[in-house]
């Protein structure tokens, strides 16, 4: 590349405006990236941060706004042409053929022939060859389906960089991966940058932005809302300007909120609702994913279990909701075991549970709004085997008033609804049953922020009727928010309980990378 | 912000007539209807424009063709009798594809299911004293073919809840078991010489509509009509009205959400299924009861595997379910009728026409409505 005096950024994205309908994911959001620099593109849930890179990547088109790579007018392109450009994505979610090994992977698309036939020991040497000099170890000949979570990763990097990528965007890579995972990545981004490449990193975890960015972009409600050298700032800067309030780190949240309650003698807290003891859980391989949990949650608490996604939070509020058959181990409400108990025996007992999945499991999404409002307590509108339509369509009135579900249709399908209202069904159906011990996790994924404020506030006043909470969210704002205590899970265990005084993402962090458990165990 | 302030508890009634006015629900109801009945009516569009061209192909006059098949089905008794007789073992199987697909299965064994209804409804009217009136038979009846069909088709559906053996491989299997082996036990054990057939059952054969209408003389068409109204009310009544028919609908959806909201999802499957092959079983009284009065190998004749096209076109709904078994019913006589002047496989091509239109059209037809919203 010719080096004029001021050389055009990698990537300018400027005055993007893009629209889903009635939401509105980017609006005014720009992002300017040199060439060679580790980039960290940080906000909250929601802030718009992928709609922003998938348009870069040539998934969407714009409503209005310019995007630049390399100085060059791109806006409104394919991915193909992305591709073509140099520009690759690899997503949250992983796109491997498991059945296929690694070098078929990588070169799928762009399949290698020999007389018309597949030249697979070439692929195999290429990519054989790419991972030796990208230091993204992988064993060529390797099915996808024996990879660990870490290995798929450096497929689909490869997979970028054999397509030619020379601006690598990266949505949240390390949200699946172990400590370790996650500093061999950190080594072979670093390495990218040694050679020129352009990294993109999507974020909203402040110690990776510190650890490995050179640059940052804060995205907040779709707007750019600061730009940052890594060098120059603090994590408490950042979090203030991803929160947007007169920060106040994230851990300060929430106690302003709330004037401490007085416990009096005779108080309900005083009794544990919930009761876990030794609780071992196996995942779908049958590999152990909670390792002996054990915790207690009073009467009018909330406890918040904070930890990066896959260390267990998932099986654990699957056992506890019935779910999942635990290994071993006793869960009490009230008192009364209810480990061998159905769902249904389970509700019936006094739980209740926003589930953190609610396409897949809180909502019947082709079931009416009406229906969804009673899913898991059919049985109470029924009379004689037969459902009892009129107390059904009375209790949807009901709830949509109360919660003020749009459209206020009790017979508009949940598929039609916007991902807040969707939530707030469940909210609804979940918090208006009689209920002593809530499960609710992450209850505010993917929902706007109006709507965060209204379910935080539902959450608090269920809390302050006497009932017990187990608050599981990969927001880790929003579990120092709600928590009276925090617990942080890592590795299938509980890592750490605090008080909610004594919590901060300073003092968690190193609990929920593991790295406070080697210390222990080093001393 | 503190919580109490936004809103009432839920639990406290809110203020009456607060809730949804009306209007937007009957709107999207009206959606939810259209979006269910437009694809079949494109369908039918797409087929009578097929048909003009083969008809054309083969020099006749589509006019001319149509109103023949119409003259020989709708326009005379012993057709309309025929179109009847037809419908009714298309409505029995339909329904039982369409509460397998409402449950999420796929129920490709209907036609051995039917076959056992019958035999096992022939087996009872063999072992019946004779003379008994119909009025006490007739359950006894409906609780074999029901046991016959349900029997057969309960096993996929075992299979499935306990091993996850797919129910698309096990009822086809099941297909070939089932019918080699009523096939072995009428030629070994139960014919009457130098026939196919059992012997007549002892009591309890219904009238056929003749008897009420002589118009009807020479149709097969018999009261087991009323029976396959009746069951497809029931089943419409089950599916939308009951908490079984909720969880079933559920489970079929999202099994996973099914499974949070407290319902056992294998149980759901294998009882689905049972019941998906006691209705096709039931089927088996039109035949036997109504029309032979006894059991004859091969008298299913692919209305088994028809009832998967009338399930798929009647999108799965008893009334759409009955309403596409009178179009099946009516092309496949209607197809007799036109025979003379063109080949009747032109009308089984038409029916091909109409499965594959509204396979395809459903998603079409969706993403055309979302659009318009």
């Known amino acids: 590349m010719s080096a004029p005096s001021t050389p055009a950024p990698a990537i300018r994205l400027a005055d993007v405006y893009k629209s889903f309908g009635a939401v509105q994911a980017n609006r005014g959001a720009s992002l300017e990236v040199r060439q060679g620099e580790i980039h960290a593109l940080v906000g909250e849930n929601g802030a718009g941060k992928s709609t922003l890179m998938r348009i870069l990547s040539g ?109 690598l965007i990266l949505d949240e890579p390390t949200a699946v991966l172990s400590p370790p995972e996650i500093a061999e990545l950190w080594q072979v981004l670093r390495q990218m940058r040694e050679r020129g490449e352009t990294i993109v990193l999507i974020t909203h975890k402040l110690d990776e932005v510190m650890a490995i960015s050179d640059t940052i972009t804060v995205m907040r409600h779709g707007q750019t809302v600061g730009r940052l050298r890594t060098a120059d700032t603090t994590p408490r800067e950042i979090a203030r300007a991803m929160v947007g309030r007169e920060v106040q780190l994230a851990g300060e949240v929430g106690m302003s909120e709330r004037a401490p309650r007085p416990v009096r003698p005779g108080d309900v807290a005083t009794m544990a609702l919930l009761d876990v003891r030794d609780l071992c859980v196996a995942d779908e391989r049958r590999a152990t994913a909670v390792n002996g949990v054990s915790f ?45 108990l159905s769902v249904r025996a389970r509700g019936d007992a006094g739980l209740s549970h926003i589930p953190e999945d609610r396409h897949a499991r809180g909502l019947v999404l082709d079931f009416p709004i009406a229906d969804n409002l009673i899913l898991g307590q059919q049985h109470r509108f029924t009379k004689a085997g037969a459902l009892d339509r009129g107390r059904i ?14 459209p206020a249709d009790p017979l508009a399908l949940a598929r039609t609804l916007s ?89 968690l962090g190193p609990y929920m990378t593991g790295a406070h458990d080697d210390a222990e165990h080093a001393a | 912000m503190t919580g109490g302030a936004v809103v009432d508890r839920p639990a406290t009634p809110a203020p009456a007539g607060s809730g949804a006015p009306p209007a937007p629900a009957r709107a999207s109801r009206r959606a939810q209807i259209e979006e269910a009945i437009l694809p079949p009516i494109v369908a039918l569009l797409i087929a009578a424009i097929v048909g003009d061209m083969l008809i054309l192909s083969y020099g006749q006059s589509p006019g001319t063709v149509y109103r023949l098949l119409i003259d020989g089905t709708w326009g005379n008794a012993y057709g309309l009798g025929q ?33 056992a209804g019958g035999f096992v409804a022939a087996l009872a009217g063999i072992l019946l004293p004779s003379g008994l009136p119909a009025l006490l038979t007739l359950p006894l009846y409906i609780l074999a073919a029901a046991l016959g069909g349900g029997i057969v088709a309960g096993i996929p559906g075992a299979l499935k809840a306990r091993f996850g053996a797919h129910e698309v491989i096990t009822t ?43 118009a009807f003389h020479g149709s097969a068409a018999n009261i087991v009509i009323l029976l396959a109204a009746l069951t497809a009310i029931a089943a419409w009544w089950f599916l939308f009205r009951t908490r079984a028919g909720f969880e079933l609908r559920a489970t079929g959806l999202q099994p996973l959400a099914a499974e949070y909201g407290g319902v056992h999802v294998g149980t759901v499957w294998w009882r689905a299924m049972a019941l998906s092959g006691a209705l096709a079983g039931l089927g088996g009284l039109n035949y036997v009861l109504g029309y032979k009065h006894y059991y ?70 969706r993403r055309l409505l979302r659009g318009r919203r």
């Open chain 1, 59 to 167: 998934m969407y088109g714009v409503d209005s706004g310019t995007i630049e790579v390399a100085g060059r007018d791109v806006t409104g392109w394919s991915t193909a042409d992305a591709i073509e450009a140099g520009v690759g994505m690899v997503h949250q979610h992983f796109m491997l053929v498991p059945t296929l090994t690694v070098a078929d992977n990588v070169v799928l698309g762009r399949e290698l022939t020999k007389h018309g036939q597949l030249d697979r020991a070439r692929a195999e040497h290429d990519v054989a060859a790419l991972s030796r000099t990208t230091g993204l170890t992988v064993r060529a000949g390797q099915l996808v389906s024996d990879l660990s979570v870490g290995e798929a990763q450096r497929v689909e990097i490869l997979k970028t960089l054999y397509r030619g990528a020379r601006i």
């Open chain 1, 296 to 340: 207690s949650i009073n009467a009018g608490e909330i406890l918040g279990i904070a930890g990066v996604e896959g260390n267990g939070q998932t099986e654990l509020l699957d056992a506890l909701a019935g779910l999942r058959s635990a290994e071993s181990g006793t869960i009490r409400l009230a008192g009364r075991d209810i480990a061998a």
């Open chain 1, 393 to 406: 369509l009375e209790n949807a009135r009901q709830q949509i008033g109360a919660y003020d579900i749009r």
């Open chain 1, 419 to 507: 991902g807040g209202n969707q939530q707030k069904i469940v909210i609804a159906r979940e918090m208006g049953r009689a209920f002593q011990v809530m499960l609710a996790a992450q209850p505010t994924r993917g929902v706007d922020v109006g709507a965060i404020e209204f379910i935080h506030a539902r959450l608090r006043q269920a809390r302050d009727a006497g009932t017990a909470i187990l608050l599981v969210s990969a927001d880790l704002a929003e579990i120092l928010a709600l928590s009276d205590r925090v617990a942080v899970m890592y590795g299938g265990r509980i890592a750490v309980v605090l008080a909610r005084a004594d919590a901060s993402p300073e003092v």
């Open chain 2, 83 to 115: 179109v009847l007789y037809k419908a009714t073992t298309l409505t029995f199987t339909g329904l039982a594809v369409a509460i397998g697909l409402r449950a999420g299965l796929f129920n490709i064994g209907a036609e051995s299911q039917l076959a």
């Open chain 2, 172 to 214: 086809i299997m099941l297909n070939f078991i089932v019918l080699a082996l009523l096939n072995y036990l009428i030629a070994v054990h139960f014919k009457v010489p130098d026939t196919l057939h059992t012997p007549d059952i002892h009591a309890g054969a219904l009238p056929r509509l003749s008897a009420i209408a002589p």
């Open chain 2, 296 to 365: 004859e190998e091969g008298f299913a004749g692919g209305a088994g595997f028809l009832g998967i096209a009338v399930a798929i076109v009647g999108r799965s709904h008893p009334l759409g379910v009955a309403l596409a078994s009178l179009l099946f019913a009516t092309m496949s006589q209607g197809g007799l009728a036109v025979n003379a002047i063109v080949p009747k496989q032109i009308v089984d091509v038409l029916q091909a026409v109409v499965i594959i239109a509204v396979a395809a059209s459903v998603p079409e037809v």
